[in-house]
């Protein structure tokens, strides 16, 4: 971890963490972290080299972000994803495992086809890919962000050519994702109108103010879309759920 050197535990500072590629670890991925200015630089090991941010991999993560924030003054809202190859494909898995966590994903040469991109709504991205890529093809990139800006989200695809699987070489793209990082603020949780949130398993059933309790009789994902309208009115189309817990006073809605 890089502590920022004009650090003040009066005023939180943002986090970035930096989850590293299959075969690699936080420490060979971290050897340029250098403190800076502004905010901490955190580099992950996400339970071995090859644990793809699934299961205690992921368990991993979180609780490490969990200690940073026990410890240190962390802007609750200026929590960062990036990450490259695995890396990218776990920034977009628990960026939409958890939307209501983070502020934004840079994910480079990342992989979300086999995702539910609607929980990404919410979540800002810029990604860079190389289109060259014969490890993780810029298709798990370009199909995926077409559909979540279809969807309403904000979804930047920074793609380049010549690189192959080593898009973490773009300068210019990751010197502009690295700018455009600094900008994202997660929103307040009640000026969330509409969430869509598939939950595939039950380690991560919340979507910002809407959590599944109980799941449905079916086999398979759930999934909740809720609405606030006019008047104080909820719309919700429930699949799969038997119960579903509102955090009202987290929402667009006078209880």
Known sequence: ????????PAHPAPLSVYLHGYSGNHLEHATE????????????????????YWALSEADVMDVIEYVQAHWA???????????????????????????????GRPVCGYATNLPVANLITLPIYATHSADDWIVSVLHDR????????????????????????????????????AWELLQVR???RTV???????????????WWGE???????????????????????FAELTNVTSLRLRVVESPFDP
């Open 193 to 207: 109108r509409r969430i869509d949130y598939t939950a595939v398993d039950g380690g991560a059933v919340r979507g």
């Open 74 to 104: 962390i802007d609750p809202d200026r929590l960062h994803l990036n990450g490259g190859s695995m890396g990218g494909g776990g920034t977009y898995r628990l960026g939409s495992r958890y939307p209501h966590r983070f502020a934004s």
């Open 187 to 189: 929103p307040a949780s």
């Open 212 to 234: 599944i309790v109980e799941w449905g009789a079916a086999p398979k994902p759930a999934r909740f879309v809720l609405t606030a309208g006019d008047s104080n009115s909820l």
């Open 33 to 52: 972290m250098a403190s800076h200015p502004g905010s901490f630089d955190l580099s992950v090991l996400g339970r071995g080299r090859g644990g793809d």
């Open 143 to 178: 199909g995926p962000l077409a559909r979540l800006r279809e969807l309403g989200g904000q979804a930047i695809l920074d793609e380049t050519n010549g690189y192959g699987h080593a898009a973490w070489d773009y300068k210019e793209g990751n010197e502009r994702g690295a």
């Open 1 to 8: 971890m890089a502590i920022p050197t004009d650090y003040d």
